[in-house]
């Protein structure tokens, strides 16, 4: 089956300072990343778009310069949260999507506490 | 605007007894329509699509355009069904999934 991997699963920051998750899939090639944010009993909202090779696409509220995001390969994509503060504390999810198929699949999350 | 309802956010059956998830959505074109399901402490997976037209771990789910609906069934609840089910949209030619807000199923034993 499809894998997809998250690191860290977990991690803790101070305000004003930036943290970087990654999210990998392991067995596949995916041309295209999504980047998700869950709060604490709440749906799945989607952040933004991120196509190999191409600049992420953000969905509205979403601030780019807050939420760096790259996808250098088929492999990997990165989600940099820019001098974080305590609101952005919360469940970041991502999937990725096979060349070609379109079915998502979806990393174990991580959570990001910011102190 | 909100394009998946889940109306129930948490619903409860006895083991044995048929259980139904709701689910409904709003959008002008032709749907496709997801239930993707988190086990505890696990992470979200497919269960099924309504294009598959697919019974997967004995749950069913059928697309009603005249209602706008894609309520998940399954006709006897088992234990290891307990998880948080999501229902999720795909708009024609939309690289992306809308999720609903989620029902927590608890089977009773």
């Known amino acids: 089956g499809a894998v997809v991997s998250q690191h860290p699963s977990w991690v803790i920051c101070k305000s004003g300072t930036s943290v970087k998750i990654e999210c990998r899939s392991l067995d596949f090639q995916a041309t295209t990343m999504f980047w998700y944010r869950q709060f604490p009993k709440q749906s799945l909202m989607l952040m933004a778009t991120?196509?190999?090779?191409?600049?992420?696409?953000?969905e509205q509220g979403v601030e780019k310069d807050k939420f760096l995001i790259n996808h250098a390969s088929l492999t990997l994509s990165t989600l940099t949260v820019t001098s974080a503060h305590p609101e952005d504390s919360s469940f970041y999810i991502c999937?990725?999507?096979?060349?070609?198929?379109?079915?998502?699949?979806f990393g174990p999350g991580t959570r990001l506490t910011v102190t | 605007a909100q394009r998946v309802t889940q109306p129930e956010k948490l619903l409860s059956v006895f083991k044995g007894a048929p259980v139904e998830l709701k689910c409904n959505y709003s959008y002008s074109g032709s749907p496709e329509l997801f239930w993707y399901v988190q086990y505890s402490r696990q992470r979200l997976q497919l269960l099924l699509r309504?294009?598959s037209r697919e019974s997967i771990k004995g749950f069913t789910a059928d697309l009603n355009k005249g209602e706008t609906s894609f309520h998940l069934k399954k006709p006897f609840a088992q234990e290891e069904d307990s998880a948080m089910y999501y229902c999720a949209l795909k708009e024609t030619g939309a690289n992306n999934l809308f999720f609903g807000t989620g029902t927590r199923l608890t089977v009773i034993p």
């Open positions: 991120s196509n190999e090779g191409s600049k992420a696409t953000y």
């Open positions: 999937s990725a999507r096979r060349t070609l198929l379109y079915e998502q699949y």
């Open positions: 309504h294009i």
